[in-house]
C-alpha cells in the first residue's frame, strides 16, 4: 500500500468497523485463542451461526459460514456444478463469476442486464428465456450487482423463483446495505432452492476479518454436508462480528452518510460534459465516462493520491467505479474531478 493513499478502488469500508469490534480485540480472553468452540456441544456449529440463525428465524443447521461470501460462492459452486454444468450469471458482474465455474469444468451462460440512461436493470424476460434455453444447474443474482449498483425488484425476484423452483438460486446480498431479516426469512419459507449470501466485508466494514455467511431453503442438505466445519471456526471473527451484529446505530449512521454522498456525486459528475453516473443501491457508484480522458484522468487523480478503479473488461471499458469513502475522502474526489475537467475545458 501506498503512503497516504486513499484507496477507492476495492468497495471496501472506509469508514471501519463499530467500535464495539476494536473492543472486542481489546478485552480478549487470550486463553480462549487455544481451545475449538465447545458450541458444538449444543448441536450448533458456533456462536455466529446461532445468532444469524436467531437473526433470520431459520434452523441453524441452514446457515452456513465460510471466509467471505467469496468462499460461500466458491463451495456451492463445487457442491452442486459438476463438469459441463451450466452457471447462469449476469453479463455485467463481479469478474470472480466469470471464473468460478470454469474451477469445477462447468459453463458460464451470462443473461443480459438492461442499460438505462442512469440506471441498469434485471431483465426478467431474457433471464427466463434463457433459463428455459440452456436448463443451468445454478443461477447467480448480485443485488446490487458489482460493478453496476442496481438490485432487483422484489417482484421481478419473485418472478424469477417462481419460474426457477427446481434450479438452485443464489442471491448474492454482499452489497445489502441494511441488515434486514425479514423479506429473506418469507423467501427463504417459499422457496426451498433459495439460498442467500451476505458478508461482513462490505456493510459492517469488515473485510480483513474474512466472514460471509449463507442462509438456505429447505433443500440443501448436501450444502450443509458439505460446508460442515467440525472444530468450529475463527473464535476471535465470530466475536467482532457478533459485535458488529450489536452495533446497528452505528452502522445506520454510515449508511446513511454514503446516501447523502451518493446524491453529491449523482449532482456534481452529472453536471460535467464527460461523466454520467448511475444510480447504486450499493456502497460503490458506477460511471461512465468519455473514453479520451481515461488515461489522463487516472493519471490526475494518482497524482493526488486518489485511486479509483477504471474498469478494463470489454462490456465496460470506458466506465470507472467509485468506492464511497468517508464524507471528506468524497468531498476531495469530487473536488479533484471537477478540476480536472475544468483544466480540461
Ligand atoms: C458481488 C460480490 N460478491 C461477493 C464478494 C466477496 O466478498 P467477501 O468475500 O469479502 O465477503 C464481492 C467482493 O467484492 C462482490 O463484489
Same mark, same amino acid.
Given at each position: ?37 465447545? +458450541? ?76 438505462? *440512461? ?44 417462481? +419460474?426457477? =423452483? ?90 446513511? =452518510? ?8 449523482? *449532482? ?13 443501491? +450499493? ?11 481515461? =488515461?489522463?484522468? =487516472? ?9 479509483? *478503479? ?25 473536488? +479533484? ?9
Amino acid at each position: 500500500m501506498s503512503e497516504n493513499m486513499i484507496y477507492l478502488d476495492r468497495n471496501e469500508n472506509n469508514y471501519g468497523p463499530a467500535p464495539a469490534c476494536y473492543e472486542v480485540l481489546k478485552t480478549a480472553d487470550l486463553t480462549l485463542l487455544s481451545w475449538y468452540t465447545k +458450541a458444538f456441544e449444543r448441536g450448533v456449529k458456533s456462536i455466529l451461526s446461532e445468532r444469524i440463525a436467531k437473526d433470520f428465524e431459520i434452523e441453524e443447521s441452514r446457515v452456513a459460514l465460510g471466509y467471505g461470501a467469496e468462499d460461500l460462492l466458491k463451495q456451492i459452486v463445487q457442491c452442486y456444478l459438476g463438469a459441463d454444468d451450466k452457471l447462469m450469471i449476469p453479463s455485467y458482474s463481479w469478474w470472480y463469476y466469470k471464473k468460478i465455474a470454469d474451477e469445477v469444468g462447468g459453463k458460464n451462460v451470462e443473461y443480459p442486464l438492461i442499460k438505462g *440512461k442512469n440506471e441498469f436493470y434485471y431483465d426478467v424476460d431474457a433471464l427466463l428465456k434463457l433459463y428455459e434455453q440452456e436448463k443451468p444447474k445454478i443461477i447467480f443474482i448480485s443485488s446490487p450487482n458489482n460493478p453496476t449498483g442496481n438490485s432487483i425488484s422484489k417482484d421481478d425476484l419473485h418472478l424469477v423463483l417462481e +419460474a426457477t =423452483k427446481n434450479t438452485i438460486v443464489v442471491l448474492d446480498e454482499a452489497y445489502v446495505f441494511e441488515d434486514d431479516h425479514k423479506y429473506v426469512n418469507n423467501l427463504l419459507n417459499k422457496f426451498d432452492r433459495l439460498v442467500v449470501v451476505r458478508t461482513f466485508s462490505k456493510y459492517f466494514a469488515l473485510a480483513g476479518v474474512r466472514i460471509g455467511y449463507a442462509v438456505q431453503g429447505k433443500e440443501f442438505s448436501e450444502l450443509t454436508k458439505f460446508t460442515q466445519r467440525y472444530l468450529g471456526f475463527n473464535r476471535l471473527s465470530e466475536e467482532i462480528a457478533i459485535a458488529a451484529l450489536n452495533s446497528p446505530k452505528y452502522y445506520k449512521d454510515v449508511a446513511s =452518510k454514503m446516501n447523502e454522498d451518493k446524491e453529491l456525486f449523482y *449532482k456534481e459528475l452529472n453536471a460535467l460534459d464527460d461523466f454520467n453516473v448511475f444510480k447504486s443501491d +450499493a456502497n460503490f457508484i458506477l460511471v461512465e465516462i468519455n473514453p479520451e480522458i481515461k =488515461k489522463p484522468l =487516472k493519471e490526475f487523480l494518482l497524482a493526488r493520491k486518489l485511486s479509483i *478503479k477504471f474498469m478494463n473488461e470489454e462490456v465496460l471499458n470506458s466506465h470507472l467505479r467509485i468506492t464511497l469513502g468517508t464524507q471528506e475522502q468524497n468531498k476531495l474526489l469530487v473536488e +479533484a474531478i471537477k478540476e480536472f475537467a475544468s483544466v480540461k475545458i
